[in-house]
């Protein structure tokens, strides 16, 4: 099992960018395929993106390909999301998950068993 921490949450103007970071523990990273998920209240948590656990295959759900960039530091631990031009629809709670996986990726929540706490996005309009 892994631990999960998630940052780099915050209150942004729609049009601007953040950097989400999820800081992995208590395993061996590079053995994991990551993915982010988002929550909106009242709604089920949905898939944003996903990345191999070598960081050379990625996946993105329609409406935030272009905008959004998945990738992995394996020597440091962790995961990122740059998410750019951002828009009121994006915001949610963000989290983290993992999976050992020796290839590809995983884009349902029900495919991973560890998760971070989440981080909170806003975007103003």
């Known amino acids: 099992q892994v631990q999960l921490l998630e940052s780099g949450g915050g209150l942004v103007q729609a049009g601007g960018s953040l950097r989400l970071s999820c800081a992995a523990s208590g395993g061996t990273f590079s053995t994991y395929a990551m993915g982010w998920f988002r929550q909106a209240p009242g709604k089920e948590r949905d898939f944003v993106a996903a990345?191999?656990?070598?960081?050379?295959?990625?996946n993105y759900v329609d409406t935030v390909k272009g905008r959004f960039t998945i990738s992995r530091d394996n020597a440091k631990n962790t995961v990122y999301l740059q998410m750019n031009s951002l828009k009121p629809e994006d915001a949610a709670v963000y989290y983290c998950?993992?999976?050992?996986?020796?290839?590809?990726?995983?884009?349902?929540?029900?495919?991973?068993?560890?998760w971070g706490q989440g981080t909170q996005v806003t975007v103003s309009s």
């Open positions: 998950a993992a999976q050992i996986r020796p290839f590809g990726v995983l884009t349902t929540s029900a495919s991973y068993t560890d």
């Open positions: 990345i191999s656990r070598t960081g050379k295959i990625t």
